[in-house]
């Protein structure tokens, strides 16, 4: 009797995951079970990979803002719609976390003030979309904006400036 691929596989993953992690707990190997350290150096922790705001703002969030500004055009009528705007409101939410590792020298409070309302508005976003509430979630976004844009007005002389 043949042994089906998928227990296989299964068996193939458990062997690995005690291999490398040295237990059961099912956490894969690299991942860690909330409330437990990272690291056990504490001088490793977040670092900027581009000194440039100007580039990490083009290539972190443009992008995605670029995608969500089409997705929010008029309510998703399909399911592959939705996904689409629950990972781009979650990677905008969760790149202003980025942002905390850039405070610049000067006004520093005024930016982690800026970076927590709009991940703080990306995550309303984010809930909206996937309580497929399209009035919260347009709501949402417009907020989100209107603090990435009070930030661009206070860091960028009002450059940069996003619309819905």
Not at 49 to 56: G, I, N, T
Not at 133 to 158: I, P, W
Request: contains cysteine; glycine residues 6%.
């Amino acid at each position: 009797m043949k042994t089906p691929v998928s227990v296989l596989v299964l068996s193939s993953l458990l062997a690995l995951t005690v291999w490398t992690t040295g237990d059961l707990s099912g956490s894969p190997a690299g991942y860690v079970v909330a409330g437990t350290p990272t690291t056990t150096n504490a001088a490793e922790g977040p670092e900027v990979v581009e000194d440039s705001m100007h580039e990490f703002m083009e290539y972190v969030f443009q992008p995605t803002y670029r995608r969500l500004k089409v997705t929010m055009a008029a309510e998703p009528v399909d399911n592959s719609g939705w996904k689409a705007l629950k990972s781009d409101s979650l990677i905008l939410a969760e790149s202003c976390n980025l942002l905390f590792a850039r405070l610049p020298e000067k006004n520093a409070d005024d930016w982690a003030r800026h970076a927590t309302a709009s991940r703080s508005e990306g995550s309303a976003l984010y809930q909206a979309a996937r309580g497929k509430d399209f009035v919260k979630a347009t709501s949402a976004y417009k907020r989100m904006l209107n603090n990435c844009n009070a930030c661009h007005r206070q860091f960028e002389n009002g450059k940069h400036i996003l619309v819905p």
